[in-house]
């Protein structure tokens, strides 16, 4: 397997905070900080691993709120997630002031992405891809061979990600879903934003909100 991953959930919110890794260089990212940077640090050194790369899935403060502070640590640089989340980055600080995350704060990326995007790490690289919804600027990271998906809160075992924020679409989630995860195929394992791990195929015949039976109902209205 050319990648490996460890989840260590972050924050009051336990946020699955993903750290990934070339196997044959030991080289990471270390995907959406929400915070309890000083503990990803011990995990990053006891795995052995340098980091290269900070990837944001969406600018939500429990997802982005270590963010500045893990580029301060290691100097990787920041990648993601797409320009129309600056304004949940532009957040992060007063709404951390405001959950009780007085160490979270606001950043610029490196590199904003763009759906289609990819993004490189130790001699391999994962595909990205825009899912507008949650939020707007929402992306996930797609690892193709080892059939691995991180997709942050716009999927979850069992439920979707919520739609009631400012700039947040129930349709758009719905396309998001069937038209970009679904087409990566059943067999993709997914790390969501909280909860367990699924499968894109498992979603597909069991999620109440996304399960093809459910979408393929006239009454549904979806
Ligand atoms: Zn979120
Ligand atoms: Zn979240």
Redesign the pocket.
């Known amino acids: 397997m050319p990648i490996r991953a460890v989840i260590a959930p972050v924050t009051p ?1 336990q ?1 699955n905070c993903t750290i990934v890794w070339c196997a044959k260089t030991m080289k990471a990212a270390v995907i959406d900080p929400g915070g309890e940077v000083p503990r990803l640090l011990a995990a990053i050194e006891q795995y052995g691993l340098t980091v290269e790369k900070i990837w944001i899935t969406h600018g ?1 403060l ?2 982005a709120g270590g963010t500045a502070a893990l580029k301060e640590a290691t100097g990787a640089p920041i990648e993601g997630p797409h320009p129309d989340d600056a304004f949940w980055i532009d957040d992060i600080a007063a709404s951390g002031a405001k959950w009780g995350m007085p160490d979270a704060r606001s950043f610029t990326p490196d590199r904003w992405l763009a759906d289609g995007d990819r993004v490189s790490l130790g001699e391999t690289e994962f595909e990205v891809y825009h899912c507008p919804g949650h939020t707007p600027g929402h992306v996930i990271f797609f690892h193709r061979e080892a059939r691995f998906a991180q997709v ?2 716009v999927l979850f075992q069992g439920s979707i990600g919520r739609t009631d924020f400012p700039r947040g679409n129930y349709q758009d989630l719905i396309n998001s879903i069937t038209g970009k995860l679904w087409p990566l195929g059943d067999d993709v394992r997914f790390v969501p ?2 909860g367990p791990m699924s499968t894109f195929g498992q979603e597909r015949k069991t999620n109440p909100w996304v399960a093809d039976e459910i979408l393929a109902d006239p009454l549904v209205g979806r």
Do not use: K, N, P, T
């Open positions: 919110l946020q939500h429990d997802h942050g809160d934003g909280h």
